[in-house]
């Protein structure tokens, strides 16, 4: 058995587990973790600009490679930078392994320079977390967090080292397996239960499947993509859930919710049966709960006992993972399920579709965000590249009109709705993936971490940021115009920005100013074919609104149209 001390024990445990890189910003109680990072050799270290960037650098990295994404920082404000992006990452359910330094065991408790209580500071936003007290728990508690992050619903989970531990000597012996009395995720769902829903399904008139981000987190695309194929059930996705199908399915209704599509939201509200799918029922999604799917008897598949019932309560539960249970269901489904059961629940929202189809006006005079992002996939292969957003309108836009075709080509902050998170995913997607990486920013987000250009130029990672810039606080913005009167408090941005373009060539990249759809073809393609990393600052219609639009608290019927 051999001996090592805290720090050494930490680099064999990221090696046993396939760690490929890390993202990290060293301070005092984590010295002695970084100085083994610099002798070892399995694993990339990555230098963020800041503690936040480097969560969310790990979040997208996770995001696109569907492995466990790992960050280390120090004790005190080190730590305290990452709440943001790892409760960015709890809400989307990613799997993160977070290590913070922390001050001394002797120490804890006495106010000690950068002691910060990062236990009960992280407690609401983790899956699980850790202090270590004894070299002698290390291993185990290396081993068990990576098991718990990855398994069952995914989450983020928080280890947290007092210096002393990371220098301590002890025997290190790494488990091959960890087995938790109190955590027993269930993957196989009741056979009893399956079965009756399939039979509801077979009865029912007007089924809908509803796809969340747990579809991709348990791998079930494919098996989703036969279920719609086979059955001609139609299909609806949250944020979180582009690409499970592709785009131009016409069984695809595309996103549902606040800014769904008309047919979506009206098919959603006229069910007779939802079939929920490792989704969680968000209030974006629902609308007001008194008017939600009023006719619709709810099925809800999720490997989180938690979820079910938790806003919306279902008819028939079942807890288990997407996958498994499909995997029991679809043999069933093909005896019993006929395609043409449907064809008049089709043709209905068909009629939706052509009465209020999702558009925008295209205009020569200024250019239009949405039009930006469809010819963005035209000129880059969709199928291949991976999508970054920020937050705001720019990703709603990119969530109407940016044809997915493949699960793990969209990221986004969805349940926390975190400003500033693109720019440094897509440094952790670019990590992931030898892909186009294009990151949809607003001109406000973008600043919040713009940093990471300098991350992005040190490691050659050619990230193309595409700024909607229309000097707004777009998303805020549309809702002072809409609901306040519009007043503009402290939203409007023109005349107090800086220049993208030297900005960018100040860190080492390309940079473009565009105000026409030449200017914006040639700076993107020229962009595609350079190794070092660009922003393309677009110049975009300043009130152009996100629609539809579901106002807070409303029917999810009810909408705003134009």
């Given at each position: 058995m051999a001996k090592l001390n805290g720090s050494q024990m930490i680099m064999q445990a990221l090696k046993a587990e396939g760690v490929e890189?890390?993202?990290?910003?060293?301070?005092?109680?984590?010295?002695?973790?970084?100085?083994?990072?610099?002798?070892?050799?399995d694993f990339k270290v990555v230098l963020t600009r800041h503690e936040q960037a480097c969560a969310h650098a790990a979040?997208?990295?996770?995001?696109?490679s569907g492995k466990v994404g790992v960050c280390i920082v120090t004790?005190?404000?080190?730590?305290?930078?990452?709440?943001?992006?790892?409760?960015?990452?709890?809400?989307?359910?990613?799997?993160?392994?977070?290590?913070?330094?922390?001050?001394?065991?002797?120490l804890i408790g006495t106010d000690a320079f950068q002691e910060i209580d990062a236990i009960g500071i992280s407690r609401p936003c983790v899956k699980h977390n850790f202090l270590v007290k004894t070299i002698e728990e290390l291993p185990r508690v290396l081993k068990e967090a990576f098991y718990i992050a990855r398994s069952g619903r995914p989450g983020p989970v928080h280890i947290d080292i007092p210096k002393d531990i990371s220098a301590a000597i002890g025997d290190f012996e790494y488990p091959d397996e960890i087995s938790i009395k109190t955590y027993k995720p269930t993957y196989k769902g009741n056979a009893k239960q399956i079965k009756k829903i399939v039979e509801l399904i077979s009865e029912s008139k007007k089924p809908l499947l509803y796809l969340g981000g747990g579809v991709i987190s348990s791998g079930a695309s494919d098996l989703v993509r036969e279920l719609v194929e086979f059955s001609g059930i139609p299909a609806l996705e949250t944020l979180m859930a582009l690409g499970v199908l592709r785009s131009d399915d016409e069984l695809n209704l595309a996103m549902v919710g606040m800014h769904g599509?008309?047919?979506?939201n009206m098919a959603m509200s006229e069910s007779d049966l939802i079939i929920a799918l490792g989704a969680r029922f968000d209030?974006?999604?629902?609308?007001?709960?008194?008017?939600f799917a009023k006719s619709a008897k709810i099925v809800h598949v999720d490997i989180d006992p938690s979820s079910i019932s938790k806003i919306v309560t279902a008819d028939y539960p079942v807890v288990g993972d997407v996958k498994t249970v499909l995997e029991d269901m679809m043999p069933r489904i093909k005896e019993l399920v006929k395609k043409e059961n449907y064809k008049e629940w089709r043709e209905s929202i068909k009629r939706y579709n052509s009465i209020h189809p999702l558009k925008f006006e295209d205009s020569d005079d200024v250019l239009k965000p949405q039009w930006v992002i469809k010819e963005s996939a035209k000129i880059v292969n969709s199928d291949d590249a991976i999508i970054v957003t920020d937050v705001g309108q720019h990703q709603m836009w990119v969530a109407q009109f940016y044809p997915f075709n493949k699960p793990r080509t969209l990221l986004t902050s969805g349940g926390l709705g975190t400003m500033g998170y693109g720019l440094p995913a897509a440094l952790g997607a670019g990590f992931a993936s030898s892909s186009h990486v294009i990151n949809f920013n607003g001109d406000g987000g973008f600043l919040m971490n713009v940093q990471e250009l300098q991350t992005l130029a040190e490691n050659d990672i050619p990230v193309i940021t595409i700024?909607?810039?229309?000097?707004?606080?777009?998303?805020?913005?549309?809702?002072q115009t809409l609901f306040y009167d519009e007043r503009y408090s402290s939203t409007d941005l023109d005349n107090k920005q800086p220049d993208f373009v030297k900005l960018a060539e100040a860190f080492g990249g390309f940079g473009y100013r565009v105000n026409t759809k030449d200017e914006f073809r040639n700076a993107l393609k020229f962009a595609l074919s350079q190794k070092k990393f660009s922003i393309i600052d677009v110049r975009v219609d300043r009130f152009e609104n996100v629609v539809p639009m579901v106002p807070a608290g409303g029917a999810l019927y009810n909408m705003i149209l134009k």
């Open positions: 890189v890390v993202f990290g910003y060293p301070g005092g109680a984590a010295l002695n973790i970084f100085d083994e990072t610099y002798k070892q050799k979040d997208g990295y996770a995001r696109a004790s005190g404000p080190g730590f305290t930078n990452t709440i943001t992006g790892i409760a960015t990452a709890y809400m989307d359910s990613i799997p993160l392994v977070i290590i913070s330094g922390q001050v001394a065991n002797s599509k008309y047919a979506t209030d974006r999604v629902t609308g007001k709960l008194s008017e700024i909607l810039n229309n000097r707004f606080l777009g998303m805020v913005r549309q809702w």
